[in-house]
Structures are given as structure tokens and as C-alpha cells.
């Protein structure tokens, strides 16, 4: 009953984030990031004469525009700026290679063999250190939360619940 009651809530709080107004105000993420693709793909294809890989750039700006609409911004800055490097931040790294990894012990666990996931979870985290990617997680959400440029975005009312109520990040 309580975790249904936790659902309940984190999904109220969320949908402030997919209001109109709230989806009016992302569009200028969405353009700016859009506007820097296309001037990326312009820069870089040597007038058509390069070869780009595009599901690369637009994995790249995906992220940079969910990044910032979820861990906000500080000075105009956005937490992963893939697309300004041209390269995965180490968080989205880290990202996948957690997918690829839940695949795999989903796998082992369909096939009856939750002892073996058991066993992999244990040696992982004897070997990364346990939650340093989810101290990563809290550490950019917290830095978007308190920055003065968060635009709100999707957590807007997640981190309003927290300005009136004790809520636990």
C-alpha cells in the first residue's frame, strides 16, 4: 500500500512537469539544442562530402536535451554537453553499460538463475565501491535543483514539494 501511495505521488509531482505551460517553457531547450545539431552536422559533413554518424549526434543531443530537462542547468551550462564535445559524458556511460548489464541478469534470473545475478550484484559492488553511481545521480540532481538557471523541466514539481515539505532526494 505504500508503495502505491509513493507512485501516486511521484507521478502527481511529475505530471507538473508535462503541463502546458511547463512543455511551452522546454521548447527553447529544444530549439537551441536542434539549432546546434543542424549547425553541427553543416560544420562537420564537409558539404556533403563527409560521412557523419548520425544516430551518434542525435543519441548526443537526446541526451544533452534530457539532461538538461532533467538535472537543469547552471549558468547556462548543460550537465553533459555531448553534443559540444562530441563524445558520451560518463554518466551516460555509465548509463549503458547498466543496461547491457540489467539484460543480462534479467536473462540469468528468466532462466532460473537468480543466484548467479545474487552473486554478480555482490561482486560489482565489492569492486566499484556500491552506490557511486547513484551518489553521481543525487550529486546532479541536487546541483540542478539548487543552481539559479534551473528551468524547471521535468522535475519542477518534485523540487517545488521539496521548497514546502521535507522530501528526501
Given at each position: 500500500m505504500q508503495n502505491m501511495r509513493s507512485i501516486y505521488f511521484l507521478r502527481k509531482e511529475l505530471s507538473l512537469g508535462f503541463s502546458e505551460a511547463s512543455l511551452r517553457g522546454q521548447e527553447e531547450v529544444l530549439q537551441r539544442y536542434?539549432?546546434?545539431?543542424?549547425?553541427?552536422?553543416?560544420?562537420?559533413?564537409?558539404?556533403?562530402?563527409?560521412?557523419?554518424?548520425?544516430?551518434e549526434l542525435?543519441?548526443?543531443?537526446?541526451?544533452?536535451?534530457?539532461?538538461?530537462?532533467?538535472?537543469?542547468?547552471t549558468q547556462k551550462q548543460p550537465p553533459f554537453?555531448?553534443?559540444?564535445?562530441?563524445?558520451?559524458?560518463?554518466?551516460?556511460k555509465m548509463l549503458f553499460s547498466s543496461i547491457r548489464a540489467f539484460v543480462v541478469f534479467a536473462s540469468?534470473?528468466?532462466?532460473?538463475?537468480?543466484?548467479?545475478?545474487?552473486l554478480l550484484f555482490k561482486?560489482?559492488?565489492s569492486k566499484c565501491g556500491g552506490?557511486?553511481?547513484?551518489?553521481?545521480?543525487?550529486?546532479?540532481?541536487?546541483?540542478?535543483?539548487?543552481?539559479k538557471n534551473h528551468n524547471g523541466g521535468l522535475?519542477?514539481?518534485?523540487?517545488?514539494?521539496?521548497?514546502?515539505?521535507?522530501?528526501d532526494f
Amino acid at each position: 500500500m505504500q508503495n502505491m501511495r509513493s507512485i501516486y505521488f511521484l507521478r502527481k509531482e511529475l505530471s507538473l512537469g508535462f503541463s502546458e505551460a511547463s512543455l511551452r517553457g522546454q521548447e527553447e531547450v529544444l530549439q537551441r539544442y536542434i539549432r546546434v545539431l543542424v549547425e553541427k552536422v553543416r560544420e562537420d559533413c564537409d558539404g556533403g562530402e563527409k560521412k557523419l554518424n548520425m544516430t551518434e549526434l542525435f543519441n548526443f543531443t537526446t541526451f544533452d536535451i534530457a539532461g538538461e530537462l532533467v538535472f537543469g542547468s547552471t549558468q547556462k551550462q548543460p550537465p553533459f554537453r555531448c553534443l559540444e564535445n562530441g563524445k558520451y559524458h560518463p554518466f551516460i556511460k555509465m548509463l549503458f553499460s547498466s543496461i547491457r548489464a540489467f539484460v543480462v541478469f534479467a536473462s540469468f534470473a528468466y532462466l532460473g538463475q537468480s543466484w548467479i545475478v545474487q552473486l554478480l550484484f555482490k561482486l560489482i559492488a565489492s569492486k566499484c565501491g556500491g552506490s557511486k553511481d547513484s551518489t553521481t545521480t543525487r550529486e546532479m540532481m541536487l546541483k540542478g535543483m539548487i543552481g539559479k538557471n534551473h528551468n524547471g523541466g521535468l522535475l519542477e514539481g518534485l523540487i517545488a514539494r521539496k521548497k514546502r515539505v521535507e522530501v528526501d532526494f
